[in-house]
């Protein structure tokens, strides 16, 4: 284990220690102590391990937060891993193609664009049932348990302080919420998200801008102009385009419910699109 190659990667500004552990011992580092030690150490907000596959999926993703809480998918983290697979040379039935499996099931992504310096990934997220208005905003789970707020600016947001209190409301105990600030513009919306399990402000959350994106739809905020038709098919697809803290624009797009505005409208055909890049590589 001591000489376990650790990778660094981003998605967005979301950074995470990624480890190979198809063919090594890595029970060490699903460790609590060592999880947090390590993502103080390389300034990471996670930890993933990608292991083998199966009959179905080319590999599997397991996901920490750096205080040691899993069992949740990560948006940004499983673009990463996609890309991670790629370099390491993970063959599949199609080469732009995967199918990995997360916490919350089966996932499949396409790599649209390999480096260059990044790779672009448009990565199959969980389909959602429902979405819950309280305290003054939305709860949904797109992969892990999200709250979205719309404000008028953003930037004006403490985020820290907001974002802690509304984690811990009585209301989303005991496993606590994921907290979105999202502000409406007029070809995008902009996403800060306080991150439970980090418990601070990340550049981004892949979940986060997913469940922000379904959460404009569902209340009317949507930008204009982002519904269209597909050609010969009778569903019809809202493409949003999302702002994360360091400026990147990443999309969500998803199948639009007919009636929306009902909280146990179903999202289906969700994907979050968006880069994906190595920032150190270390033995």
């Known amino acids: 284990m001591n000489d ?64 040691g809480s899993g069992g949740m ?16 040379g993970i063959k599949t039935s199609s080469s732009d193609h995967y199918v990995f499996i997360a916490p919350d099931g089966l996932h499949e992504a396409q790599i649209l664009k390999r480096p260059g310096t990044e790779w672009t990934i448009r990565l199959r997220m969980i389909d959602v049932d429902g979405v819950r208005e309280m305290q003054g905003g939305y709860f949904l789970n797109t992969g892990t348990r999200h709250f979205v707020k719309f404000v008028e600016d953003v930037e004006s947001v403490d985020v820290e302080s907001e974002g ?58 949507l930008p204009e102009g982002k519904i269209s038709g597909l050609a010969g098919k009778d569903e019809k697809r809202a493409t949003v385009r999302i702002q994360a803290r360091r400026g990147d624009i990443l999309t969500v797009d998803f199948v639009a419910p007919e009636d929306p505005a009902v909280s146990t409208a179903r999202f289906t055909g969700i994907h979050l699109t968006g880069p994906a890049e190595f920032s150190a590589k270390n033995n």
Do not use: H
């Open 4 to 67: 376990m190659k650790i990778y660094k990667m981003s998605g967005a500004g979301n950074d995470f220690i990624v480890l190979d552990g198809r063919n090594e011992d890595v029970s060490g580092f699903r460790k609590i102590e060592r999880i947090t030690a390590l993502c103080e150490e390389y300034g990471t907000d996670g930890l993933m391990i990608l292991g083998k596959g199966d009959a179905v999926a080319d590999f599997s993703m397991d996901f920490f937060n750096p205080d």
């Open 73 to 88: 998918m990560c948006g940004n983290g499983g673009r990463c891993i996609v890309a991670f697979a790629d370099w390491l």
């Open 164 to 221: 802690r209190e509304l984690r811990w409301k009585e209301e989303f105990a005991p496993e606590g919420t994921n907290v979105n600030f999202v502000q409406v513009c007029a070809d995008r919306l902009k996403v800060r998200t306080f991150e439970k399990g980090v418990e601070r402000e990340t550049l981004a959350c892949g979940t986060g801008i997913t469940a922000s994106a379904l959460a404009a739809f569902y209340s009317g905020n």
